[in-house]
């Protein structure tokens, strides 16, 4: 498959509009950084960008943002929850040992994660196959590890925005017109390469639920869940692809709004089309006091993601500074 070479460090990339056609692959991707690309749009952090997104560390202040790994309990969609096992290697001496699913709480959405079916089969970012998936290491996070991910943060605090206006329980669905004037109330620019979080609310809901509350929501079928989160339909996939975002994030389980109801689950896009990660389930609240604060809506953001060798997703860790 021959596939279109776009210079990642450009500062003008073709909209979703001007794609050119790929022979073989979906309509509208974006295959772009080479045959044997393992990155999707994190190529876009190049060290011009990354080297740029430093000048946003003014205070000093840091701000994690990963739930504790415990959290929520119980998970939502059935999953494992987290076990932690302290065990005695001598009287001195302990080792902590840690089960889990990566989809359980705070995480990344890595490449592996969701394939479209595609010419009767189904096929993951950059003409990965079911097989490559179960058989190589092909698109494992690993890849994200080793170059790690650090840039422009841009935080969406649309929760605040609206003054709390709704439930973050709720199928609440945030447009593009909705976010981009809280990008200027907020007076946010969108840069290429920037990593876009966008605040719900959920993180806070949910931590304000007792034990009971907590139960009762993660007891509920996928059917029965809903969460806010972005809208979806053509005028988003525009805004999301034609921004150029190296990875999207928020604080919902889901990042867009749940359930799915539409054709255009922007997951279908994001991940296999445009090689773009997805942060989910990340607590939001003490980057948006400081945000608020400061009067500064962009940061630098770190992140490491776990180094396993074809690992699909990862619940490791995010600080911004």
């Known amino acids: 498959m021959d596939l279109p070479s776009f210079d990642p460090d450009a500062e003008k990339l073709p909209k979703l509009s001007e794609l050119p056609s790929i022979d073989g692959a979906p309509s509208n991707a974006a295959w772009f950084w080479g045959k044997h690309d393992q990155l999707g749009r994190l190529n876009l952090l190049t060290p011009r960008r990354i080297a740029n997104a430093a000048k946003q560390i003014q205070t000093g202040k840091t701000v994690c943002l990963n739930f504790p790994a415990e959290l929520p309990a119980p998970p939502f969609f059935g999953r494992q929850g987290f076990k932690h096992e302290i065990k ?65 943060g841009v935080l969406i605090d649309f929760y605040s925005y609206s003054k709390r206006s709704y439930d973050p329980f709720t199928a609440r669905k945030i447009t593009v017109e909705e976010i981009e004037a809280c990008a200027r109330a907020c007076h946010v620019e969108f840069n290429y390469g920037d990593i876009l979080v ?122 911004v500074m």
């Open 88 to 152: 005695a290697i001598t009287d001195y001496a302990y080792d902590d040992l840690h089960t889990l699913n990566t989809q359980s709480g705070s995480q990344w959405d890595g490449f592996r994660h969701v394939g479209i079916n595609h010419n009767d089969s189904f096929i993951w970012y950059n003409n990965t196959t079911r097989a490559q998936i179960l058989s190589t290491e092909k698109l494992g996070i690993h890849h994200w590890a080793k170059k790690g991910i650090a840039g422009r």
């Open 198 to 319: 966008v605040r719900t609310g959920w993180s806070e809901a949910y931590k304000k639920l007792d034990a009971d509350g907590r139960m009762k929501i993660g007891s509920k079928s996928n059917s029965e869940l809903e969460f806010a989160g972005l809208s979806r339909g053509n005028s988003m996939l525009e805004f999301l692809h034609d921004n150029y975002f190296s990875a999207v994030a928020s604080d919902s389980p889901a990042f867009e709004s749940w359930p799915f109801d539409e054709p255009e689950h922007l997951h279908y896009y994001l991940l296999p089309r445009w090689g773009v990660p997805i942060g989910e389930m990340w607590d939001l609240d003490g980057l948006a006091e400081l945000c608020q604060k400061t009067g500064r809506y962009t940061f630098f953001l770190a992140s490491s993601p776990a180094n396993v060798q074809g690992e699909g997703l990862s619940p490791y860790y995010k600080t």
